[in-house]
Structures are given as structure tokens and as C-alpha cells.
């Protein structure tokens, strides 16, 4: 059986908790133009809507009565979200009702395809939520954090490679932080997004990007925006770029006194 769950937007107020969820909200009727928006195309009315209706599609009257029948809908979705069957059999739903339903809230405006989705725009006040997707979305996310915690058991006691990435992921001065810090703040990195602390430990230039953001916080390096500037020339628009302009051996008389100020910002510190 395959089931979804249609949520509501959820609004702060001061209301107490049994008045909010026992409120009542409703995914309605929306007009495209003369018609009302339909979640069935011809073909599928004929066969889908029909048989819940009891009709023959051929009747004279079943277009005018499929016509209200989408004007008509008014789908109440109660705090803890509305379940439905959208099994489908031989090509037949299992409830003909909960699969219209499903189809329409697919496409209406105001319903976001997952819960990022409706957040992401605020004329959206309801979303689908995908039991399976969920499952795998938080099945990648713990396979991504072992890949994690492997990373972090080889780099060990390296304290260096644990300052490049904690001055890549965050605000702090790792030179003030003792190892077991380090390391346990690098533990909060992993659970918060396993997939960004894969991403810093493996990547090929961590080093090379670690000493640009070293260089910024050390006043050799500015960084406007997005873009990197040495004194008064630009190397780069982003950090890519930038990391391409210390790799460049034509830059490197360049790359070698951004290192000298570097070190002499570090004596004097």
C-alpha cells in the first residue's frame, strides 16, 4: 500500500494547544482562467471519477457534473495532517477519492511537493509528505554520517587538518581550542550536515582553502561579498576562483608574499 500525508503550514500564535489542533484548515476550489483547476485529465475522468460517481461517462449531464465536482472540492486537513491511499492496482486506485485528491493537491498553487518546498514560497500553506521519500532521505543522511565518522577516524589527532576544516565550517579560531574541543566540535558539524563535513574533508584543496580563509581572518586577504582581493587587485570572484589563483605559477611571486604577511600577521598576534 502506498501512502501520503497531506500537511498544513503550521502558524505561530498565542492560542493554546487544543484550540490550534483542533483547528480547521482547508485545501480549496482554485479557478485557472473560467474553469476550475481539475486533477484528472479527460481521459482519467471518464474512468476514475466516473466510477466514484456512479456514472456512466457518457452521459449528456457527467461533463457539468465533473465540471462542479473539481468546483466544488473542499478538503479538510486536520492538524496532524490528512492520510492518503494512492495505491494504484492494474492501473485502477484502490480509493478512487484519496488518488483525486492526491492528484489535485499535486498541482494546486498553494501546496508545496515537500515540506522545503512550501517553505521556500509563502503563498504555499499546505505540502506533501512522502512516507517512502522521508524513510530515504533519512536513510542517505545515515549512511552519509558513517562516511562522516570514518573521515574524522582517519584525520585522528591531526590537529591541522581539524583547524582547515573547522576555519572552512565555521567562525571560530581553532588555534584557541584544545583537541578534544576540536574534535567534539567537529562531532556537532557531522550531525548537523554529514554531507557538507564529507564534502570539506575530502576535498582535494582543503588545505589551499584553508589558508585563504586563514588569510581573510588575518587582514592579508579581503573579502568583499563573495570576492577575494589581495591589496588592490581582485583574485578572484569566489572561492573557486581565488583557489585557482594561488594554483597558478605565474602567480606564484604573488601567492608567496601573501604567505610572508600571513606568517608575520601570525607573530604578531
Do not use: C
Not at 503550514?9 to 476550489?29: A, C, Q
Not at 476514475?48 to 457539468?64: C, H, N, Q, S, T
Not at 573557486?240 to 608567496?256: C, T
Amino acid at each position: 500500500m502506498k501512502e501520503i500525508q497531506l500537511r498544513r503550514r503550521e502558524t505561530k500564535n498565542h492560542l493554546p494547544v487544543p484550540v490550534t489542533s483542533n483547528s480547521k484548515k482547508y485545501l480549496g476550489s482554485i479557478y485557472s482562467g473560467q474553469a476550475p483547476l481539475r486533477g484528472l485529465n479527460s481521459k482519467e475522468e471518464k474512468e476514475i471519477l466516473a466510477e466514484y460517481l456512479g456514472m456512466d461517462p457518457e452521459e449528456k449531464d457527467f461533463p457539468r457534473i465533473a465540471r462542479e465536482f473539481w468546483a466544488d472540492i473542499r478538503i479538510e486537513v486536520p492538524s496532524d495532517g490528512k492520510t492518503l491511499n494512492i495505491t494504484v492496482e492494474n492501473d485502477v486506485p484502490v480509493n478512487p477519492y484519496d488518488y483525486m485528491v492526491y492528484r489535485f493537491a499535486k498541482i494546486h498553487p498553494h501546496v508545496g511537493k515537500n515540506l522545503d518546498d512550501m517553505l521556500s514560497d509563502s503563498r504555499k500553506m499546505f505540502y506533501i509528505h512522502d512516507f517512502d521519500e522521508a524513510i530515504a532521505k533519512t536513510n542517505a543522511k545515515v549512511n552519509f554520517k558513517k562516511k562522516a565518522y570514518g573521515e574524522l577516524i582517519k584525520i585522528g589527532e591531526d590537529e591541522d587538518k581539524l583547524n582547515r576544516i573547522l576555519r572552512l565550517l565555521t567562525d571560530s579560531d581553532p588555534e584557541y581550542m584544545s583537541i578534544k574541543e576540536k574534535q567534539n566540535y567537529i562531532d556537532q558539524l557531522i550531525e548537523n550536515d554529514p554531507v557538507k563535513f564529507v564534502t570539506t574533508a575530502t576535498d582535494k584543496d582543503l588545505e589551499l582553502r584553508s589558508t585563504i580563509a586563514e588569510m581573510v581572518t588575518a587582514s592579508v586577504l579581503s573579502k568583499i561579498g563573495n570576492q577575494y582581493w589581495f591589496i588592490d587587485e581582485k583574485i578572484g570572484d569566489d572561492e573557486d576562483e581565488a583557489v585557482k589563483f594561488f594554483k597558478d605559477k605565474k602567480r606564484s611571486g604573488d601567492v608567496l608574499r601573501m604567505k610572508a604577511k600571513l606568517e608575520e600577521a601570525k607573530r604578531n598576534k
